[in-house]
Each structure stands twice: as structure tokens, then as C-alpha cells.
């Protein structure tokens, strides 16, 4: 292991790779100038092959997209390295309010009628009856603490890892990221009454309806979950 380094800008070599280490105390101007500098210092001879893909880390700081091409433009064309990525020790305002929504969950203690849609960000919890031509939409997963007669989708943006629970009963409709689980077949249509179940995707690719009891077992993080509203 090798580390090229000035005041601000470090270059180590890991076994899973090389990583360009900027210091956050550093104003822009300086990082450039340092780190246009120490390219320099090391560079060797042209080199037409393909270049080496590296992990820019910039502490504790956001680099708007200019910043980033402008030190992406520096390696580029200074040394045989390429970026691969940057990573930073914080997130944007966007990035944390995405995080913080999908990984809430939220709750509605209410019937979702006929006609009507429900889409939240995260997991969701309802306390109460989903009627026919009623419909839920999560990105994470669905728990219903009544009877479901119309559709639940989870995992509504392609997360098939989603759950569902709940009593499910005629002609309710589980969906989970692009699966689809009917009850609406004259299988169900005498059924008033039934446990809570859960559904989910196995390993085949399919929907599996099962006890309760197997959420536990097939998603043990749900457990860990703490959240409300």
C-alpha cells in the first residue's frame, strides 16, 4: 500500500482499490490546485490503455455537480484514473427527506371506500376495512388490522423483498412490486370470516399466502422496525 499526499489531498491504494481522499476544511480552489499539483508530481508516461476507476471521498460535505466535473475533469485528464464515484459523509435535504419517508411508517385508522387510492412513501399501517374497488399503495410493506375486499399493492416501486398482512377475502387483490395474487375466484366468494395472513414473494418468484407467523421468519427486520405517526 502506497499513499501520495499533500495538505488536503490524499491517494491511497487499497486492495479494493484507489481511493482520493479530499479534505472538507479545504475550499474548492485549493483541492484543485493540490490536487492538480500532485497528479503532476506522479504522473508517468502517456498511457492509451483503459483507465483505472477510483472512489473520490469527500468528507463531510456535498459537492454541487459543477464541483464534481470540474475535479472529475482534473483526474481525467492528469492521470490514468477515471471516477467511479464520489461519497460523502452527509446527504442532501432530498436525500434525507427520500430516507426518512421510506423509512417511515405511516398510519390511518379509517375505511378506505370504493374509488378510493391511499399511496404513501414507506411501510403503511391501516386500522380498518379496505372495500371492494378500494385500493392501498406502499412502497414498503402493508399491514391491515381489518378485512381486505380490494387491491394492496406493496413494494409499489419494484420492491419485491415488500410484505402484505391481513384478512384477505373476496375479491380482494394483493400485489407486490409486479406480482399479482387474486382471491377474486368463486373459491372465496362464500368465505365472511378468516385469519390474518400474510403475503409475500418466494424464492421461486411467486406470491405465497401463509400464517402470519411467517413474517417473522422470512422478514426478521421487520421486527426491528420503530416508526409512527
Known amino acids: 500500500m502506497k499513499w501520495y499526499m499533500k495538505k488536503n489531498v490524499q491517494i491511497k491504494g487499497t486492495k479494493d482499490g ?49 464541483e464534481e466535473r470540474e475535479i472529475s475533469t482534473i483526474i481525467h485528464k492528469n492521470s490514468q484514473m477515471k471516477i467511479g464515484a464520489f461519497y460523502s459523509n452527509v446527504m442532501s435535504k432530498d436525500e434525507a427527506k427520500k430516507w426518512k419517508e421510506n423509512d417511515q411508517i405511516f398510519s390511518m385508522a379509517t375505511i378506505i371506500r370504493s ?15 379496505v372495500n371492494p374497488g378500494g385500493q392501498i399503495r406502499s412502497n414498503g410493506n402493508v399491514f391491515v388490522l381489518g378485512n381486505i375486499k380490494g387491491i394492496i399493492h406493496a413494494g409499489f416501486e419494484g420492491d ?10 373476496y375479491p380482494s387483490q394483493v400485489r407486490i412490486a409486479g406480482k399479482v395474487y387474486g382471491f377474486d375466484s368463486e373459491d372465496y366468494k ?17 406470491i405465497v399466502i401463509d400464517g402470519i407467523h411467517k413474517i417473522r421468519k422470512i422478514r426478521p427486520e421487520i421486527s426491528n422496525f420503530q416508526g409512527g405517526r
Open 18 to 66: 484507489i481511493s482520493i481522499f479530499l479534505s472538507d476544511k479545504a475550499s474548492i480552489s485549493e483541492l484543485q490546485q493540490e490536487l492538480t499539483q500532485l497528479l503532476a508530481d506522479q504522473k508517468q508516461n502517456p498511457y492509451s490503455g483503459e483507465k483505472l476507476e477510483v472512489q473520490v471521498q469527500i468528507g463531510n460535505r456535498l459537492f454541487s455537480e459543477e
Open 115 to 129: 374509488g378510493q387510492v391511499v399511496q404513501v412513501p414507506g411501510d403503511f399501517l391501516l386500522i380498518g376495512d
Open 160 to 169: 419485491e423483498n415488500a410484505v402484505v398482512a391481513g384478512k384477505f377475502l
Open 190 to 206: 362464500e368465505v365472511t370470516e378468516t385469519d390474518l395472513f400474510s403475503a409475500f414473494v418466494d424464492d421461486a418468484g411467486e
